[in-house]
């Protein structure tokens, strides 16, 4: 079995195991499983994903920004690659934003 495949049957075991906890705790009837889609069909693993409410569509901010990095030159974009492998230890861009939450 591939990874991906292999993760995927993971993840839906445990939304499961949460989704029975939590009706058990809320006294709600369990509802039936989501059925697995082919993990050989991109679209049909994104498809489900989405309905599982793991993942989203893009926001228009974000599809122009991947607009504005797809239009770099190749140079540019493994320039700011490189840039970014070689950055300074620092804090955690997690650890900042907390702090700046405080």
Sequence with gaps: MRSVERELLELRTRVERLEERLNRLAGA??????????PSD??????????????????????RLAAEWE??????????RRELDHLPPGPLASDIIIENRR
């Design 29 to 38: 009837e369990p509802e039936a499983a989501p059925s697995l889609p082919d």
């Design 71 to 80: 239009a770099l030159p190749e140079e540019e974009k493994e320039a700011i």
């Design 42 to 63: 991109p679209a049909q693993i994104r498809a489900w994903l989405k309905a599982q409410g793991i993942i989203r569509d893009p926001t228009p901010e974000e599809l």
